[in-house]
């Protein structure tokens, strides 16, 4: 009896370029759409399209490195009143599958952020070319979900209940 050996796909490791690679948010504060980035993050990405099963998202962030651009919103942004950043340093987000949505992708997974730990379904464009991954994707959220606001912030009237989480990145493959 013959045995054959093969090699077992596995998706690849990721290292991404943090000089064009964000990760950011939109909110509504007042009507009007508000930007922000956080400008610390780590990602472990392990992705190939024809390996979904190995294929991983982990993504640390640091709360306190977000700016909108504006230093007294985000002193607002950061205290105890919405993500309370000495409480909760890091958002975590952490797949338990991916899989393929028509020509695009979803990471499902949970999102902890401030202290509440919740399923999400992020989805995402990805494509390959040579050793370069380029990704992009928003998610929405409820900041309310999360318990993020409190006394007068609880109230959606000045600033909105749903929060849009987008990324976008460039990664190389790691050798």
């Known amino acids: 009896m013959s045995s054959f050996i093969t090699d077992a796909l596995s998706a690849p490791s990721w290292q991404l370029d943090r000089n064009v690679s964000q990760l950011g948010f939109v909110a509504v504060q007042s009507g009007r759409d508000v ?14 399209p024809d390996d979904l099963a190995t294929s991983y998202i982990r993504v640390f ?5 977000l ?3 504006s230093i007294d919103r985000d002193r607002v942004i950061k205290s105890a009143a919405f993500l309370d950043s000495g409480l909760y340093p890091k958002a975590i987000f952490e797949t338990s599958k991916i899989i ?8 499902i997974g949970m999102l902890n952020l401030h202290g509440v730990t919740k399923k999400i379904t992020l989805p995402f464009k990805a494509q390959i070319i040579s050793n370069k991954l380029l990704a992009s994707g928003v998610v929405s959220v409820s900041r309310l979900d999360f318990n993020i606001g409190s006394g007068q912030w609880l ?5 909105g209940d749903e929060v849009r989480i987008i990324f976008s990145i460039k990664g190389t493959r790691e050798q």
């Not at 962030?61 to 490195?65: G, P, R, T």
């Not at 393929?100 to 990471?107: I, L, N, V």
């Not at 109230?155 to 600033?159: G, R």
């Open 35 to 48: 930007e922000g980035l956080f400008e610390e993050y780590q990602a472990s990405i392990n992705f190939h």
């Open 61 to 65: 962030v640091e709360i306190d490195s």
């Open 67 to 69: 700016s909108t651009q």
């Open 100 to 107: 393929k949505s028509g020509d695009d992708y979803q990471a």
């Open 155 to 159: 109230k959606t009237n000045v600033v």
